[in-house]
C-alpha cells in the first residue's frame, strides 16, 4: 500500500502528530529518570526542574488534541489514518499522566531531603525504574515503528515492575515496623514506588494502543495483577 | 506473615468490531459474474450477496464496475448490445437471466434510481402514478390516488407537493426531483431498489434528506446504493463492497471496512492514498 495520501498536507497532518507524541514521551522519560536521579542523590534544585517541567507535556497534551480535533473535522479520517488519530489521543494522556507521576516523585523527594534519610531503597528503586524507563523507551519505538509484536512485549514487562513494587512495599513495612518514626518518610517513599508502578500501568496502555493501531483489534488481557501489593498483610 | 499469589498474564487477541461478515440472509446472491464490453473485461469474477432490508454501497474508483454490477442486477445491461454478461445471479433464488424471465417483471421487482433525476415531462402526480398504471396496480382512481399519496410519503415528498400534485415533475428542485424518482420507483411496491450516485447532483442538505430517506426505506427494501462520496456509504450502508479494477477487493459491514479494512486496497482507496 502506498505510505502516502494523494493529499500531501494530510500526511503532514498526521505526521506531526505522531512528532508530537514522541516527543511527549521523550520528555515524560527525563522528568521520569531526573526525578528518580533527584531521590536518590538528594538533589533538590533537580527535583524543582522535574516539577516546573511537567507544564511542557500538558501543553504538548493540548496541542495533540486539538490537532487531532482539527483532523476529524477536516479530513474525515478512516481505517488506519482514524486509528492512528483516536489512539494518539488516547496515548496523549497517558504519557500525561506519566509526567503527573514524576512530578509528584520530585515533590516528594523535595519534602524527604528534610527528613533522616531512606538511602537503603537506593537499589530498588533504580531497578524498578530502569524496569520503567525501559517499558516507555520500547513502547515509544513500537508506536514510531507501528510494530504490534514489540507492543505486546512490553505488557510482558509490567509483570516485573509488579513483582518489584510488590517487594517494595513489603520492605517499606517492615521498616515502618521497626521504628515509627520513619514512617512520614517511608509512606511518601511507598507513594513513590506506587507512582512509578503506576507509570507501567500507563506504558501498558500505550502498548495497547499502539497494537491496536496495527491490528485494528484490541487486546483482551485476564488482568491478573503481578502488583499482590493489595493483598498483603503483615502482621 | 507475607503471601504473594502466583502470577500469569495471559494475552489474546479480540475483535471488538468482530463480526461475521454478512450474516443477514441475502435477498440476492450473485457468484462468478463477469461482463466485458467488445471482449473487454470491465468485472471479474465477482462474489457478493445482497442482504435483505439492508443497504449495501458500492465503492471504488471511477471504472472499477461497480456501476456495471450494479446495473447486472436489474438487467440494465441487456440493453447494451456489445454487453456480455456471464455467471449466476439469483433473486430469492432465481436466475434473473434464465431465459423464462420477463425482463419487465424483474425491473419491477428491482427499481432503479439514476445519477440525474429524471422525472418524465408530466405532472408530478402522473409521474408516480405512472407504474402502477402500466402494470396495472390500481383497479380504481381511489387506488391509484392512495398510491400515489402513499409513495410520495415514503419518499418524504408529500408534505412538499401535496398542493400542487398536477404541476411539472421538472418543476421541482434537483433534490425534489430525486425524491421524486424514488416515490415513483417504489409505486410499484419493488423488492429491491438500485440506486446509482443518487446524490452527486444534490446540494448538502438534499443529500441528508435523501440519506435519511434510504435509511426509512430499508425497513421495506432492500437497497444497493452506488457512490463516489465514502463519507456517504459510510452514513448509510450496513455493507460495503470495494471495487478496483474489476474486481471485487473486499466485502464486509461498514463499521469494520472503514474502521478496520482487511485489504490493503481497500484501506489504500478509503484513506485517500491511490494514485
Redesign the interface.
Known amino acids: 500500500?502506498?505510505?502516502?495520501?494523494?493529499?500531501q498536507a494530510?500526511d503532514a497532518e498526521l505526521g506531526n502528530l505522531e512528532k508530537m507524541i514522541v516527543e511527549m514521551g521523550e520528555r515524560a522519560r527525563l522528568q521520569l529518570d531526573q526525578s528518580i536521579t533527584s531521590l536518590v542523590e538528594h538533589d533538590v534544585a533537580l527535583a524543582r526542574t522535574v516539577v516546573a517541567d511537567d507544564i511542557f507535556i500538558d501543553q504538548l497534551e493540548l496541542e495533540v488534541a486539538t490537532r487531532a480535533t482539527q483532523i476529524f473535522a477536516l479530513r474525515?479520517?478512516?481505517?488506519?489514518?482514524?486509528?492512528s488519530i483516536v489512539a494518539a489521543l488516547k496515548i496523549s494522556s497517558d504519557l500525561e499522566r506519566i509526567g503527573d507521576h514524576a512530578k509528584n516523585i520530585s515533590k516528594r523527594t523535595i519534602t524527604l531531603t528534610k527528613m533522616p534519610l531512606v538511602s537503603e531503597f537506593g537499589n530498588s528503586l533504580r531497578r524498578i525504574h530502569a524496569l520503567v524507563d525501559n517499558m516507555i523507551h520500547d513502547v515509544l519505538e513500537a508506536y514510531r515503528g507501528r510494530d504490534a509484536k514489540k507492543a505486546?512485549a512490553v505488557?510482558?514487562q509490567?509483570?516485573e515492575v509488579?513483582?518489584i513494587y510488590?517487594s517494595l512495599f513489603?520492605e517499606i513495612l517492615t521498616y515502618m515496623m521497626e521504628d515509627p518514626k520513619n514512617i512520614t518518610a517511608l509512606t511518601h517513599l511507598l507513594f513513590i514506588a506506587k507512582n512509578i508502578e503506576r507509570i507501567g500501568d500507563h506504558a501498558t496502555n500505550i502498548a495497547e494502543q499502539v497494537?491496536y493501531v496495527k491490528?485494528?483489534?484490541?487486546?483482551?488481557?485476564?488482568?491478573?495483577?503481578?502488583d499482590?501489593a493489595i493483598?498483603?498483610?503483615?502482621? | 506473615m507475607v503471601e504473594i499469589m502466583d502470577t500469569y498474564i495471559e494475552i489474546k487477541s479480540v475483535n471488538v468490531m468482530a463480526t461475521t461478515d454478512n450474516p443477514t440472509p441475502p435477498k440476492m446472491t450473485t457468484k462468478n459474474v463477469s461482463v466485458s464490453y467488445d471482449n473487454n473485461r470491465a468485472l471479474k469474477n465477482v462474489h457478493l450477496n445482497i442482504a435483505e432490508n439492508r443497504v449495501t454501497a458500492l465503492i471504488g474508483p471511477s471504472g472499477c464496475g461497480k456501476t456495471t454490477y450494479l446495473r447486472c442486477l436489474n438487467r440494465m445491461n441487456d440493453l447494451i448490445a456489445t454487453c456480455k454478461v456471464e455467471g449466476e445471479i439469483k433473486l430469492g433464488g432465481h436466475d434473473i437471466y434464465a431465459r423464462d424471465v420477463d425482463v419487465e417483471v424483474l425491473r419491477r421487482r428491482i427499481g432503479m434510481v439514476f445519477q440525474k433525476a429524471n422525472p418524465f415531462p408530466k405532472s408530478i402526480f402522473d409521474n408516480v402514478a405512472y407504474g402502477p398504471r402500466i402494470h396495472g396496480l390500481a383497479n380504481s382512481k381511489e387506488e391509484l390516488d392512495a398510491i400515489v399519496q402513499k409513495s410520495l410519503r415514503r419518499a418524504g415528498l408529500l408534505d412538499e407537493v401535496e398542493n400542487r400534485l398536477n404541476a411539472s415533475g421538472t418543476s421541482l428542485s434537483g433534490g425534489q426531483q430525486q425524491r421524486l424518482c424514488i416515490a415513483r420507483a417504489i409505486a410499484i411496491e419493488p423488492e429491491v431498489i438500485l440506486m446509482d450516485e443518487p446524490c452527486s447532483a444534490l446540494d448538502p442538505i438534499a443529500t441528508a434528506k435523501i440519506e435519511e430517506l434510504i435509511n426509512e426505506l430499508k425497513e421495506r427494501y432492500t437497497i444497493v446504493i452506488v457512490t463516489h462520496s465514502m463519507q456517504q456509504a459510510a452514513r448509510v450502508s450496513d455493507y460495503t463492497a470495494y471495487f478496483h479494477l474489476g474486481e471485487l477487493v473486499e466485502q464486509g459491514e461498514t463499521n469494520r471496512i472503514f474502521t478496520a479494512p482487511k485489504n490493503s486496497k481497500t484501506e489504500a482507496y478509503i484513506t485517500g492514498r491511490i494514485g
Open positions: 500500500m502506498p505510505k502516502e495520501h494523494i493529499v494530510y474525515q479520517p478512516v481505517a488506519d489514518d482514524l486509528r505486546l505488557l510482558a509490567d509483570t509488579d513483582k510488590t513489603r497494537y491490528t485494528g483489534h484490541y487486546i483482551e488481557r485476564d488482568r491478573e495483577k503481578a499482590q493483598s498483603i498483610i503483615i502482621e
